[in-house]
Nanobody, 117 residues
Framework: EVQLVESGGGLVQAGGSLRLSCAAS????????IGWFRQAPGMEREGVSC????????DYADSVKGRFTISGDNAKNTVWLQMNSLKPEDTAVYYC??????????WGQGTQVTVSS
């Protein structure tokens, strides 16, 4: 089973930056991608970005395009989410998850990101 641990959250002013990390262990050949999700209080969880473990292709939610960058290092089993030009509406708990070809099966415990105005 894949285990994921997020870190790097914190409190930042609007316009600032944070870099989240997702450290993974237990990958198998069936683990295709890592995604970042977020959930704000009272809101549904939403997908933010994802990266393929095979070819490094990426995808982003429209709300973060041009501000967030996902990257990964398979040798280190780590995925990062660089978040720039942060807005108060980016405030949420951020989670990383593993796509095993069928579902987002394993999730981290989350890291809080708070953006003050």
């Amino acid at each position: 089973e894949v285990q994921l641990v997020e870190s790097g959250g914190g409190l930042v002013q609007a316009g600032g930056s944070l870099r989240l990390s997702c450290a993974a262990s237990g990958f198998t050949s069936d683990d295709y991608a890592i995604g970042w999700f977020r959930q704000a209080p009272g809101m549904e969880r939403e997908g933010v970005s994802c990266i393929s473990r095979s070819d490094g292709s990426t995808d982003y939610a429209d709300s973060v395009k041009g501000r967030f960058t996902i990257s990964g290092d398979n040798a280190k089993n780590t995925v990062w989410l660089q978040m720039n030009s942060l807005k108060p509406e980016d405030t949420a708990v951020y989670y990383c998850a593993d796509w095993d070809g069928r579902r987002w099966g394993s999730w981290g415990q989350g890291t809080q990101v708070t953006v003050s105005s």
